[in-house]
């Protein structure tokens, strides 16, 4: 398995850029397939594409595939961070050239060549042709402007995210042992504050809340009456769930001695904790920021037609509607259906990877339109308790966790991953 470059072998690949600064790899009967991401739309597309017809070029700066439902258990240990990721280069280049650690900078669609700039030394540029180019760049946390969430906030959306939280969270507890700090100063470091009641913020506030009443209690249990959580979100939480579904979520929480709901507007974030609109302050030792999305700078640049939040405008084939470019498709959260806007969520990212793998793979000049039918929605609220929202199934509470654990453990992308 290789999840790393080696030094020497990076130094000659480097070299070669150099030498080489616009890349074609496609042979003469084969068109040259250019993926940006390696989130779930672009690992879909990867996976589900006839190599057969295109030499399949990636672009992205992160060089593994992550299985983000779960990666709110990674924060607090329950699930390790290695077992939700699996390596790009496991599936299936025809060249090992063919992988770029790299980010996309800027896209030339009259001559068709994509500028690159390199993760791994970030002076090197270069660029690569293409025949056909799918923008799969996902999208970044919103901060809405907020003064200080970037600077003092922790955001939730990848391995090195779920990584500094768990840190945080250990440094906070081991910090609040020592006898030189005093009570007051224990309970801003033990207290933690999500913004936003979306999957992500109540998911992540589920799992410490499990550590919470499970770990702390025999790891730290002088601590234990000391830890807080507040989750701080300004409408409803889970509002893409069945109501009732909501109201047993919101129950939950509030039947917990150590978490609360907090309805309010986040007005600044500073290094001690955060600032509401309506002037009140909450002290804490960990701010956890999971309150949206926004366009990556990339998609920001390039000249597609976008709508009001910044993602390119696609039509029913997930093509651009820009009508003077050909074979530049937009898939996942950087994409907006014209005719059917769709949520921003995974399932959507993923069948739009393998819908249009399909459509490149196949030898129909018409094909259909992309179409999509949610399977449902899950959820973990902690406890061993989940939501499931399914099209003919509400569940909540043990049966629905049983059910959270199967399908999430089932998805993972290889039998190594749900088998750890």
Known sequence: MVTALRIDTTIVHLTSIIANPIRRYASSSRQQLVILGTGWSGFALLKNIDKRKYDVIVVSPRNHFLFTPLLPSTTVGTLEFRSIIDPIRNHGFRNEKHFHLAEAVDVDFYNKTLKCRSTLEPSLAYQIRYDKLAICVGAVPNTFGVPGVRQNAYFLK???????????????????????????????????????????????????????????????????????????????????????????????????????LLRGTVAEVNSNGIKLTDGSEIQCGLTVWSAGLAPREITTRLDLPKNKQGQ???????????????????????????????????????????????????????????????????????EQDSLTDLPYVKWQGFKSWILWHLAYTTRLGSWRLRMQ
């Open 312 to 382: 390119i405008i696609v039509d029913n084939y997930l093509h651009t509607i820009r009508n003077d470019v050909e074979g530049i498709y937009a898939l996942g959260d950087c994409s907006y259906v014209q005719s059917t806007p769709l949520p921003c969520t995974a399932q959507v990212a993923e069948r739009e990877g393998k819908y249009l793998a399909n459509v490149l793979s196949s030898s129909k000049t018409v094909p259909e339109p992309f179409f999509f039918k949610s399977l449902g929605m899950l959820a973990y609220v902690g």
């Open 158 to 260: 990848e391995i090195a995210d779920a990584r500094a939280i768990r840190h945080r969270i250990l440094h906070n507890f081991e910090l609040s042992t020592e006898s030189v700090v005093n009570d007051e100063d224990r309970k801003r470091l033990l207290h933690t504050v999500i913004v936003g009641g979306g999957p992500t913020g109540v998911e992540f506030g589920a799992e410490l809340y499990d550590f919470i009443i499970q770990d702390v209690a025999k790891i730290f249990p002088s601590l234990q009456d000391m830890v807080h959580v507040t989750l701080v979100e300004s409408r409803e939480i889970l509002p893409s769930f069945d109501e009732r579904l909501r109201i047993h979520a919101e129950k939950k929480i509030a039947k917990r001695e150590r978490m609360k």
